[in-house]
Nanobody, 113 residues
Framework: VQLQASGGGLVQPGGSLRLSCAAS????????MGWYRQAPGKQRELVAI???????NHGHSLEGRFTISEDNGQDTVYLQMNSLKPEDTAVYYC????????WGEGTLVTVSS
């Protein structure tokens, strides 16, 4: 499974960004996709996960600002991030669960004025 993430960048506090992650080359059923993030000096943490049936789980304190969604027909997931805060600054990593967990290259999100 190859994962291509996009949508990171620089945004001011209070702004919004939308990340995308497209899976390709699997040939097998993808059971879940989602995002982790890792801020400088911190451990990687779960941002959100979604299954093909649309069941979602968001990281603690992120629900309400971050929303994960999918285009199941395209094996693509999106992460809508609103009301961004400087502490949301991190590298965001897309993942897909099939026979094992696959990771995309991270995309940097910087929230700064």
């Amino acid at each position: 499974v190859q994962l291509q993430a996009s949508g990171g960048g620089l945004v001011q506090p209070g702004g919004s960004l939308r990340l995308s992650c497209a899976a390709s080359g699997s040939g097998t059923k993808i059971n879940a996709m989602g995002w982790y993030r890792q801020a400088p000096g911190k451990q990687r943490e779960l941002v959100a996960i979604i299954t093909p049936g649309g069941n979602t789980n968001h990281g603690h304190s992120l629900e309400g600002r971050f929303t994960i969604s999918e285009d199941n027909g395209q094996d693509t997931v999106y992460l809508q991030m609103n009301s961004l805060k400087p502490e949301d600054t991190a590298v965001y990593y897309c993942f897909a669960d099939s026979f094992g967990r696959y990771w995309g290259e991270g995309t940097l999100v910087t929230v700064s004025s």
